[in-house]
């Protein structure tokens, strides 16, 4: 089964940049589509982004499209968001999650807190 670690997280100020990645272990990566969530103190985890297995298509919350962008390399069985123009209310832990389809989500990671100060 597939475990996934996500790392580069950490403190920015409002209207900087972040780039988060996941890497994940097996040989199947690719078989696998990869979304981003997050979660802030006090609230229920929501979905940020998602990725199909090629990379074709792209899939982003109202909150965050247009400021975000979620890839991957197959190469590296690696997924990445990147995070711009950030916002204070993008305050969370963000989690990577891997599931057959861009709907259903069976493996998670740890978590990698993200803090944007105003």
């Known amino acids: 089964q597939v475990q996934l670690v996500e790392s580069g997280g950490g403190l920015v100020q409002a209207g900087g940049s972040l780039r988060l990645s996941c890497a994940a272990s097996g040989r199947t990566f690719s078989s696998y589509a990869m979304g981003w969530f997050r979660q802030a103190p006090g609230k229920e985890r929501e979905f940020v982004a998602a990725?199909?297995?090629?990379?074709?298509?792209?899939y982003y919350a109202d909150s965050v499209k247009g400021r975000f962008t979620i890839s991957r390399d197959n190469a590296k069985n690696t997924v990445y968001l990147q995070l711009n123009s950030l916002k204070p209310e993008d305050t969370a832990i963000y989690y990577c999650?891997?599931?057959?389809?861009?709907?259903?989500?069976?493996?998670w990671g740890q978590g990698t807190q993200v803090t944007v100060s105003s």
């Open positions: 990725i199909n297995g090629s990379g074709g298509s792209a």
């Open positions: 999650a891997a599931g057959p389809t861009t709907t259903a989500w069976h493996r």
